[in-house]
């Protein structure tokens, strides 16, 4: 590596898109963002548009590599949220939109996985990849033995980059039904599904393909970056913390809740949402609430939430809420069918709000539990990422409920580690071991 080497992670969330560029000593050299504006959200139905999602990304890079222009880009690589995904034809375009992933509107079809795979997989739930596709299957009427392969968030973004073939990582794959243990797709998997729809499952940091010609030409440079394949959003906000003992935990407060527990096994509860993502020698086992600062940002502005947490009582009793933006909970039950609580509303705004930072927080504290049990794994410490990590009031509400000592890291970004994955490219088991 030469001292201008730069290596860029793109982090395409629920909100928006994040671009960040390090260099080879991991300092940060440039950054920037764009919001998603038009994010579809009603009751069980959560959906983005395609070629909505490529063009914020494309908006995103173009303006960072006017940032870099002393810099040789060497890799890019991609995060995003885990089991949303979009069927395309054989000459790459979309025939769906894109399911995201806490779209739970196929509720038959998840009956009907349920009674037919394996209780350890991870592939259970109304919004996991494999009921998403037969949803899709059936609405469009597709034959999906014509040419349709089937793509996560972050392989549509890597398909529009320049990757030629249908490809994923084994993390984004985990919720389509991919084994990650003996990393195959079962046998049980293609009894439902043809094998051609399903994408080829490498290894994080594998090299994928190079930025295309055109896209070249777009951000004005001579030379053409490799593509190495990415991650979830929660796991690249993981690999930017650069935790690695048995015990850590990380909590990602994004516009969901995640948690994360360094384990020496892999667990997979699917009554509770629980499941485990192989990451080295060792696992990540985790869970996805639909709970988090989505909800938030519904009632409030950013700077609402600043100024009420600060109005705040912490010794007076909250208002008891389940906070969800529609019907439908993922971790720490997986029900569909779970309706918001959300009442009565206080007269004050900082009491409504005491009531859903404290709502969410003891949706972290069950969802703790329940992987400490497990897993057989004590905490040791909880690091918190996202844009829910900077509320200290937040804060000590949830370490009030979770008596654990809590870690700040230096990079809190998911596509700070999706830009550190780019830059270690193939050392991602040695990431975490």
């Known amino acids: 590596m030469i001292a201008n080497d730069a290596y860029i992670g793109i982090d395409l969330g629920t909100s928006g898109c994040r671009a960040i560029a390090i260099n080879k000593f991991g300092d940060i050299i440039a950054q920037n963002e764009n919001i998603i504006s038009a994010y579809q959200q009603k009751d069980y139905h959560s959906e983005q548009s395609p070629e909505l999602q490529w063009r914020l990304v494309e908006m995103v890079l173009s303006m960072l590599f006017t940032k870099i222009e002393k810099y040789q880009v060497k890799r890019i690589a991609v995060d995003s949220t885990s089991s ?20 739970s509107r196929a509720k038959t079809e998840s009956e009907f996985i349920k009674q037919n795979i394996p ?19 059936e609405k469009y009427d597709l034959d999906i033995e014509s040419g349709v392969t089937l793509l996560h968030q972050a392989d549509w973004i890597n ?21 990650s243990i003996l990393k195959c797709w079962p046998d049980w998997l293609l009894t439902m599904v043809p094998e051609q729809v399903l994408p080829t499952v490498v290894q994080p940091g594998t090299i994928i393909g190079r930025l295309s ?40 407060i994004g516009s969901t809740l995640v948690l994360k527990l360094i384990a020496k096994y892999p667990v997979f ?16 086992v985790g869970g996805a609430s639909n709970s988090g600062g989505a909800i938030l940002r519904h009632f409030f502005t950013k700077r609402q939430l600043i100024d009420l947490s600060t109005q705040i009582v912490l010794n007076r009793m909250p208002p008891d809420y389940y906070p969800l933006l529609s019907s439908g909970e993922r971790f720490p039950e997986l029900n569909p069918y779970l309706k918001p609580r959300l009442t009565p509303r206080p007269k004050d705004d900082h009491e409504f709000l005491y009531g859903l930072l404290t ?33 200290r009031i937040w804060e000590i509400i949830r370490q009030q409920l979770l008596n654990v000592s809590f870690s700040h890291p230096q990079y809190k970004k998911a596509a700070y580690g999706a830009a550190i994955l780019a830059r270690d ?5 040695q990431l975490i071991s």
Request: aromatic letters at 10%; hydrophobic letters at 35%; one cysteine or more.
């Open 119 to 137: 209780a350890k997989s991870g592939a259970h739930g109304a919004s996991s990849g494999l009921s998403k596709l037969l949803y899709l299957q």
């Open 213 to 252: 010609k055109s896209l070249c030409q777009k951000f004005d440079i001579e030379y053409f970056p490799t593509i190495v394949s990415g991650t979830t959003d929660s796991i690249a906000a993981i690999l930017a913390t650069r935790i690695n003992n048995v015990g850590d935990a990380v909590t990602s």
């Open 359 to 391: 709502g969410i927080a003891k949706i972290e504290a069950e969802g703790y539990r329940l992987l400490q049990k497990y897993s057989l794994t004590d905490i040791k410490y909880i690091y918190t990422v996202g844009d829910g990590s900077n509320n």
């Open 84 to 103: 949303s995904i979009l069927l395309i034809d054989k000459s790459g375009e979309p025939l769906t939109p894109l399911l995201m992933y806490n779209d």
């Open 159 to 179: 398909h529009n980059l320049g990757v030629d073939t249908s490809v994923t990582d084994y993390n984004n794959a985990l919720k389509l039904g991919y084994d």
């Open 425 to 429: 490219q193939l050392q991602y088991n």
């Open 269 to 284: 509860k699917h009554e509770h949402g629980i499941y485990s993502h192989r990451i080295g020698k060792l696992w990540l």
